[in-house]
């Protein structure tokens, strides 16, 4: 017995990588998957459809149940597609894991209105579609749900070069906590994971030179978001989880003590004068 015996699971970008990992992950607990992925280079560029066909394989040879998706996440279109296949195949929809995800790194000077809309249109717009379309499905079961969401270390901090990717994340985020709010009292749960993992999109960073690969596989992020997907976790809801290697931690927002004046509103000077108190 798996622990997510009976569960039917989306996973978006799931081609390979992160995604990848967790589609397996997911299957060998037991859920059917639904594997999403157009198959694109890591700038969105092109489209495969066996990406997707090719996890499939791998999942029912291990004795899963799978479905192959090649629609686009950032499209209404495609969401109710990719939903569509799950419903179509398996009667029914308990997870979504929202890992799709492209590059266009270029610095902020020389970035084009094309980079920033096409990774807003697959990070922040396609979670915002695959996630409303799976919460309507499971909200009408009425059997509550599981959502995660990913978001990123440059979403959290900023990466120079990426001002589209960091700016879509970092709205990940935002999202990941209204849907926690919204969506608990339908009995769905709604998490978000800001991994540090090597994959296509990572493996040239400059982080990952000198380091074992092994020591940041994506499996350490499945099994993580695994966790978040089962009754075990029913209880933790809009949470942002950084997954880095073996180890996993919490993002919360923190203030510092900041300043305070009673009498009259602050000047120029006083503010330079106080400023170490406000922010490093």
Known sequence: MGILDGKVAIVTGAGGGIGRAEALALAAAGAKVVVNDLGTATDGSGRNVGAAETVVREIRAAGGQ???NADSVATREG???????????FGRLDILVNNAGILRDKSFLKMTDDMWDIVHAVHLKGTFLCAQEAAGVMKDQGQGGRIVNTTSLSGIYGL?????????????????????????????????????????????LPMFADVDPAQF?????????????????SHVNGKILAVEGTRV????????AGIEKKDGAWTQDELAREWSKVGQ
């Not at 969401?79 to 195949?89: G, L, R, S, V």
């Not at 935002?174 to 991994?195: H, K, Q, S, Y």
């Not at 596989?217 to 976790?233: D, I, K, Q, R």
């Open 66 to 68: 799978a479905a192959a």
């Open 160 to 204: 120079f070069g990426q001002a589209n990717y960091s700016a879509a994340k970092a709205g990940v985020v935002g999202l990941t906590r209204v849907l926690g709010m919204e969506l608990e009292r339908f009995g769905i749960t709604c998490n978000a994971i800001a991994p540090i993992a090597v994959t296509r999109l990572t493996e040239s």
């Open 249 to 256: 931690y919490e993002y919360t927002v923190g203030k510092t």
């Open 79 to 89: 969401a109710k597609a990719i939903m569509a296949t799950a419903i179509n195949a």
């Open 217 to 233: 596989s994506p499996e350490h992020v499945a099994t993580v978001v695994l966790f978040l997907c089962s009754e075990a976790a």
